[in-house]
């Protein structure tokens, strides 16, 4: 049996220029079939380089958005930042006025919404990780970063540590939102209370009589003269002789004299029970019974007694006890 053929005849306009080829069927097919074939894997291969075309631009537009909202989240939380600490050192304060002028109780309602607080020495920010621990239910409240997060350029999705960062910014952010306005509630309270307490607020020490560096706190430390620990019950402050002493509150002379170890000591009664003292001045240019403001110049800083270098021996007293001077410091 013979194999069917086709042929194609190519004639062209001139006379006696016509051409014949004779193509067996089946080679006819198998050249068919194999240009299918090679048209299907060409369409492929340009599909595929279109999309990886695509996708390395897809990429780069990924990397560039997240390179930005690295930057942004890194200004955002160098704010927030900024921010704790302003609320810590407002928080300081604060507990500084309602100790000097026996307003110690908050509202019972803030301490309840304020939570817990920071244990001894344990830092601001410390604590408020401490407690982001147990804050769960912000988390699932947050679809601003948690529902829809930005992709990962390798894995196409947010990496676990980038999570937990937006996370924990997310909290550290309703966190400081709280805390302020609860705080500017309490510092109203505070300051309703201290506006009927003025004579009071007037006569209470708000701040360091001198300007210079403390040498030596409140508290016991080995004496520069004996080597012995022993009770110091003030604060030096040390500066350049003559710097000027300044009254820290409204008050009254009581005492001008030199007194051994002290040197020329100035005390000034201040009322409510509260007295100052201010040792080892080089000059002193108040008398007895003098009325003083605070800010006025009382002496200037000096070295007699038993000094060891120019200073000033600032110490309060309260009904004769000594107590710490730097919780009457508010402007250091």
């Not at 537009?61 to 407002?90: D, P």
């Not at 930005?150 to 805390?179: G, M, Q």
């Not at 040390?238 to 170890?261: F, M, W």
């Not at 009904?319 to 410091?329: A, C, F, K, L």
Request: aromatic letters at 8%; hydrophobic letters at 35%; charged letters at 25%.
């Amino acid at each position: 049996m013979d194999k069917k053929t086709y042929t194609i005849l190519v004639s062209s306009n001139r006379r006696g220029e016509t051409r014949s080829f004779c193509l067996a069927a089946s080679w006819l097919k198998g050249v068919l079939v194999l240009s299918v074939i090679l048209f299907v894997l060409f369409s492929a291969m340009a599909v595929d380089y279109v999309g990886l075309l695509l996708e390395t631009g897809e990429n780069k537009r990924l990397r560039a958005e997240n390179s930005l909202l690295t930057r942004q989240f890194q200004v955002i939380e160098s704010k927030v930042n900024s921010l704790e600490n302003s609320l810590e050192r407002i928080r300081v304060t604060e507990a500084k006025l309602r100790r000097i002028t026996d307003v110690d109780q908050e509202d019972r309602t803030i301490q309840l919404a304020m939570g817990s607080s920071p244990k001894a020495g344990q830092a601001f920010l410390e604590f408020n990780r401490d407690g982001e621990k147990n804050s769960s239910e912000f988390l699932s409240k947050d679809s601003l970063f948690l529902e829809k997060p930005p992709l990962d350029i390798a894995k196409k999705e947010l990496s676990r540590a980038k999570t937990e960062n937006y996370a924990l910014l997310s909290i550290r952010i309703d966190r400081v939102v709280k805390t302020s306005g609860l705080r500017e509630q309490g510092i109203i309270e505070l300051y309703e209370t201290l506006s009927e307490r003025e004579s009071l607020l007037n006569s209470t020490p708000s701040i360091k009589p001198a300007r210079g560096w403390y040498t030596s706190r409140f508290g016991y430390r080995i004496d520069p003269f004996s080597g012995k620990p022993v009770m110091h019950q003030g604060l030096d402050i040390a500066a350049p002789p003559g710097t000027p002493v300044k009254s820290p509150a409204d008050g009254v002379v009581s005492y001008v004299g030199y007194e051994s170890g002290y040197g020329k000591l100035v005390a000034i009664d201040h009322g409510y029970g509260v007295k100052t003292r201010f040792a080892h001045n080089s000059q002193i240019f108040v008398e007895v019974g003098q009325k003083v403001k605070r800010w006025d110049v009382i002496s200037a800083v000096g070295n007699t007694g038993r000094s060891s270098g120019p200073h000033v021996h600032y110490e309060v007293r309260v009904h004769g006890v000594p107590i710490d001077p730097t919780n009457y410091i508010l402007n250091d």
